[in-house]
Nanobody, 123 residues
Framework: QVHLVESGGGSVQAGGSLRLACVAS????????LGWFRQAPGKERELLAR????????YSTQPIKDRFTISLDAAKTTVYLQMNNLKPEDTAVYYC????????????????WGQGTQVSVSS
C-alpha cells in the first residue's frame, strides 16, 4: 500500500498558477506510477496526468498538457502538478493516486488515493 499526502491547493484568480505536491510513502515505490485526478462538483473523477518512476509522463488530453506539468522528485518521493493559466472550470478537488499494472505494457490502474486538496479558481 502507498500512503499519499497532498498539499498546495488554494484559491487563485483566473490566469494564476498553483503547484500541488504529493508525498508518497510505502514499500517498493518504484514499482508504482504516481499521478493526479480531479473531481469537480457533480462530475466524475477524471485523470489528469501520470508519471512513472523512470520519468515517463502521460497526460489525459492536450489541453491539460498545454497548461499542466507533472514531475517527480524521486529523492523526496514527491510528485508535483504545476498548473498554469488556471480557469474557473479547473475548480475541483485534486487527488493524488498511485498506479499499478499487471505487466509492462498493460494498462495502469489507480490503486491508492490521497485525501484530496481543494483548488478554487475565481473569474
Amino acid at each position: 500500500q502507498v500512503h499519499l499526502v497532498e498539499s498546495g491547493g488554494g484559491s487563485v484568480q483566473a490566469g494564476g498558477s498553483l503547484r500541488l505536491a504529493c508525498v508518497a510513502s510505502g514499500r517498493s515505490l518504484s514499482n508504482y506510477a504516481l499521478g493526479w485526478f480531479r473531481q469537480a462538483p457533480g462530475k466524475e473523477r477524471e485523470l489528469l496526468a501520470r508519471i512513472t518512476w523512470g520519468g515517463t509522463s502521460f497526460y489525459s488530453t492536450q489541453p491539460i498538457k498545454d497548461r499542466f506539468t507533472i514531475s517527480l522528485d524521486a529523492a523526496k518521493t514527491t510528485v508535483y502538478l504545476q498548473m498554469n493559466n488556471l480557469k474557473p472550470e479547473d475548480t475541483a478537488v485534486y487527488y493524488c493516486a498511485s498506479f499499478t499494472r499487471a505487466l509492462v505494457g498493460t494498462k495502469w490502474n489507480a490503486r491508492d488515493w490521497g485525501q484530496g486538496t481543494q483548488v478554487s479558481v475565481s473569474s
